[in-house]
C-alpha cells in the first residue's frame, strides 16, 4: 500500500533501504520492487544521477520501479546489480500548488458513491477537500498519478477499460487521482472534468501538475470548456522545393522513425514505427539512415504525388505499388506497377498508390532524404497515444524530403519475410512479472487458444478476443511500468497486446510478454487474424511461424 503525502513525501530522515525483489518484465526490462514511494523516489534519483551499464531508461511507479537495457543481457545485469544497491531516501518538499477548476459531472460517480458509500455529494466534497500530491507521472504525458490525505476514495478500476477517455475527464483509481490530458483508452473511475491544459510543450514545464506539485481540486458550475487539441495545419505547396504531396491519406497513415527514446519520466512513451525491421528496410533501399522518418500505412488508399523528381522504396506488408504518370490534359494517365522492396523513382507530378496488402497490415513508404518533418523530442514519430509528434497525414500535405540520406547509391532490392494472413501467427512469449497472479489452468488457457485481433485494436494496443482468464487473485495491482509486448488481462480477462504508442504505465497484471524480436511480426497481424501465444524460456529467441488454418492444410493436401 502506498503511504499517504503527508506520511511520507515530506520531512522524514533520510535512512538506507534495499530493493526488495526484481522481476524480469520481456528480455529488455526488469521491474525493482520496493517497499514504499520514499524508495521508489530514492532509487529514481540514483539510476538517473549513476545509471547502470545497459540502462536505456527508468520509470518510477507506485511501488516499483521499470528500467529499460539495451540488451537482455544488459538486463539481466541490471537485475543483479539493483539488488545490491543501498538507497539512500531523500528528504521531499513541498511543491507548487496547482489549483484546477472541475465540473463534478463524470459517468461513474454515482457508482463511485455507492463503491465508497460516501454518496455522489460526498465523493465531491471528499474529492474537492482534501489536498493531492503528484507522487508520480506515467501512462500518458500530463498524466500524474495523485495521491491524496487519506483513503476515503479508493475504488477499483473498471472491470473493462474504455477504447476513449475524453481529454479532461477527472478520474479515480485505487488510492489516485488524475486527470487524462488528452482522449486515450483508460479504466479509471471518471467522477469529473477540467478544461485545464495539463500538457503543453510549448510551457517550460510541459506538465501543469508535475511530480512534488500539490493539487487542490475546485467544483466550480458547468461551465467548463474542455481544451482544445491542437489541429493539423497542412503544409502549403510554396514552401516544399522537393518532396511528397498527400493525394489520399488512406485509412490511417502516419511519420514514424525508430521512436523517442528515454522520456519515461515526462510520461511519454518511444512510440515510432511498429514494424521495425521494414521501416529500416525501407530506409536501406533509398540510401537513408535506418532512423529517417518514413511514411508508416496501413491496408489500402495511400496516394502520393511527387514533388520534382524522388526516389522511393516500400516495405512492409506486401501490396500493389501502383504509379500513374503527371496528370496532363490532353491525355489519358499511363499507369505501371513497380515491386516491394525495390528502390525506384518518381518523377515530377507522378503518383504513386499503395493497394490492399496481401498479407501483413502495415507498410512503409520511405522517400530519398527521409521526411522532413519539425522532431518533438528528437523524434518525428507520431504518437497516437499522447499526441506527440505530426498529425495523421490528410489530403493536400506536402511534406519535403530531409538531409537523412547517409549513402551515395541506393540499396539492391530485398527479400521480404513472410507476413501474417489468415493461418494463425504463433508468437513466442515469457512469462509476465505479474503472471503468478494466474493459476496453471488460467496460464495453460492463454497458450491453449487462438485469439482473435478485435476491430478495436490500434498503434496503442492489439485488444483480442477468445475465452477469458480468470485472475487468481482478488484486490488491485498499484500502477506499474511497463512496456511494448506486455499482455496485460483486464479483470473481464481478455488480454490486450501493447504496441509502440502504449501507455508506459498500467494497472492490470502482465501475464507474459512477446518478446522482442517478434514485435515487427506482431504488428502486422491483420485485424480478423489469430494469434497463438507459446511460452519460451527467457533467454530464447525462436523465430517467429505462421501455422496454416485447418482449410488450407487440406487445400495444400
Given amino acids: 500500500m502506498i503511504e499517504t503525502a503527508g506520511d511520507t513525501l515530506a520531512g522524514q530522515q533520510a535512512a538506507v533501504h534495499k530493493v526488495s525483489s526484481v522481476r524480469a ?13 520514499q524508495d521508489v523516489l530514492a532509487l529514481q534519483a540514483l539510476l538517473l544521477e549513476h545509471p547502470l551499464p545497459g540502462q536505456e531508461d527508468v520509470l518510477a ?13 544488459s538486463a539481466r545485469r541490471i537485475a543483479t546489480l539493483l539488488l545490491q544497491l543501498d538507497l539512500t531516501a531523500p528528504v521531499q518538499r513541498d511543491g507548487e500548488l496547482v489549483v484546477i477548476d472541475t465540473v463534478y459531472d463524470g459517468e461513474d460517480l454515482a457508482e463511485v458513491g455507492k463503491l465508497t458509500g460516501l454518496g455522489t455529494e460526498g465523493v465531491i466534497a471528499a474529492h474537492s477537500g482534501q489536498i493531492w500530491t503528484v507522487a508520480f507521472a506515467g501512462f500518458a504525458p500530463g498524466f500524474g498519478y495523485m495521491v491524496g490525505e487519506n483513503q476515503a476514495l479508493e475504488v477499483p478500476r473498471r472491470s473493462s477499460p474504455r477504447t ?9 483509481a485505487g488510492n489516485y487521482s488524475a486527470v ?27 506538465a501543469l501538475a508535475a511530480p512534488g506539485h500539490r493539487v487542490q481540486f475546485r467544483a466550480v458550475p458547468d461551465s467548463v470548456t474542455l481544451a482544445a487539441e491542437p489541429a493539423a495545419v497542412p503544409s ?66 495511400l496516394r502520393v504525388q511527387a514533388v520534382r523528381d524522388q526516389v522511393l522504396a516500400v516495405a512492409g506488408a506486401p501490396s500493389e505499388l501502383s504509379i500513374e504518370s503527371a496528370p496532363d490534359v490532353d491525355s489519358e494517365p499511363v499507369r505501371r506497377t513497380v515491386p516491394m522492396a525495390t528502390p525506384f523513382a518518381l518523377l515530377d507530378g ?11 497490415f502495415r507498410s512503409y513508404l520511405a522517400v530519398r532524404g527521409g521526411v522532413d518533418a519539425a522532431p518533438v523530442l528528437g523524434s518525428r514519430s507520431t504518437d497516437t497515444m499522447s499526441g506527440i509528434g505530426p498529425a495523421p497525414l490528410a489530403a493536400g500535405q506536402v511534406f519535403a524530403a530531409g538531409g537523412e540520406a547517409e549513402s551515395g547509391v541506393v540499396g539492391n532490392p530485398e527479400l521480404q519475410p513472410d507476413f501474417p494472413g489468415t493461418g494463425v501467427t504463433v ?45 487468481s487473485r482478488t484486490g488491485e495491482l498499484p500502477s506499474e511500468g511497463t512496456v511494448a509486448g506486455a499482455l496485460q488481462i483486464p479483470p473481464e480477462g481478455l488480454p490486450v497486446l501493447f504496441l509502440a504508442d502504449h501507455p508506459i504505465t498500467g494497472g492490470y497484471p502482465v501475464m507474459a510478454v512477446v518478446v522482442d524480436q517478434q514485435l515487427d511480426t506482431a504488428a502486422q497481424v491483420p485485424i480478423g487474424g489469430k494469434i497463438r501465444f507459446r511460452w519460451v524460456p527467457a533467454d530464447s529467441a525462436a523465430p517467429v511461424t505462421t501455422e496454416q488454418t485447418t482449410s488450407e492444410r487440406k487445400a495444400s493436401n
Fill in 25 to 37: 518484465v520481456g528480455t529488455r526490462a526488469v521491474l525493482a520492487e520496493l517497499s514504499g514511494t
Fill in 61 to 73: 511507479a507506485a511501488e516499483t520501479v521499470l528500467v529499460k537495457a539495451d540488451s537482455p543481457a
Fill in 164 to 172: 476513449a477517455v475524453p481529454a479532461g475527464a477527472v478520474a479515480l
Fill in 180 to 206: 487524462y490530458p488528452r482522449s486515450s483508452p483508460g479504466g479509471w473511475q471518471l467522477i469529473g472534468r477540467t478544461g485545464a491544459k495539463m500538457w503543453d510543450l510549448d510551457r517550460e514545464q510541459p
Fill in 236 to 301: 502549403e505547396s510554396h514552401d516544399v522545393a522537393s518532396g511528397l504531396r498527400i493525394v489520399s491519406a488512406g485509412t490511417q497513415s502516419l511519420i514514424q522513425d525508430l521512436g523517442r527514446h528515454g522520456h519515461s519520466a515526462l510520461g511519454v512513451s518511444a512510440a515510432g514505427a511498429l514494424d521495425r525491421a521494414s521501416l529500416r528496410r525501407a530506409n536501406r533501399l533509398v540510401g537513408n539512415a535506418p532512423s529517417a522518418a518514413a511514411i508508416e500505412t496501413v491496408a489500402a488508399g
Fill in 350 to 360: 507522378e503518383i504513386l498508390g499503395i493497394g490492399a496488402p496481401e498479407s501483413g
Fill in 427 to 471: 508468437l513466442d512469449v515469457v512469462p509476465g512479472p505479474r503472471a503468478d497472479w494466474f493459476d496453471a489452468a488460467a496460464l495453460a488457457s492463454f497458450a491453449g487458444q487462438d485469439w482473435d485481433v478485435k476491430p478495436q485494436s490500434n498503434r496503442v494496443g492489439m485488444r483480442l478476443d477468445g475465452t477469458p482468464l480468470q485472475r
